[in-house]
Nanobody
């Protein structure tokens, strides 16, 4: 499956952004889905993910209460709604998908996802 992310940009502290990731080639209905982010010099970190094997959604502590992942099967798209943004949310955001079973500890890492979008920059100004 090929993923294309978009929706990044510059926003002020407290603002909102919606990131979208559109898939081509396969339907996302059979995939676990995730969003990660990365800043220069640091490892890519888990933000939120929908684990298909359990139908559960998992959020990083930094994202709880502010970010929401959703999927639109008709558009074959996964969306990350980000509210109450903070300067520390500044990063390149990546969407990811995987259709293999992963134990939870792996699912919440980049190793838990095989397919990746190209990344979209989110900058939150203070």
């Amino acid at each position: 499956v090929q993923l294309q992310a978009c929706g990044g940009g510059l926003v002020q502290t407290g603002g909102s952004l919606t990131l979208s990731c559109t898939a081509a080639g396969r339907t996302l209905d059979f995939y676990s889905l995730g969003w990660f982010r990365q800043v220069p010099g640091k490892e890519r970190e888990f933000v939120v993910g929908f684990r298909r094997s359990t139908s559960n959604t998992y959020y990083a502590d930094s994202a709880k209460g502010r970010f929401t992942i959703s999927r639109d099967s008709a558009k074959n798209t996964v969306t990350l709604q980000m509210n109450s943004l903070k300067p520390e949310d500044t990063a390149v955001y990546y969407c990811a998908a995987d259709n293999s079973y992963r134990i939870l500890s792996v699912f919440m890492t980049p190793a838990g996802f095989e397919y990746w979008g190209q990344g979209t920059q989110v900058t939150v100004s203070s």
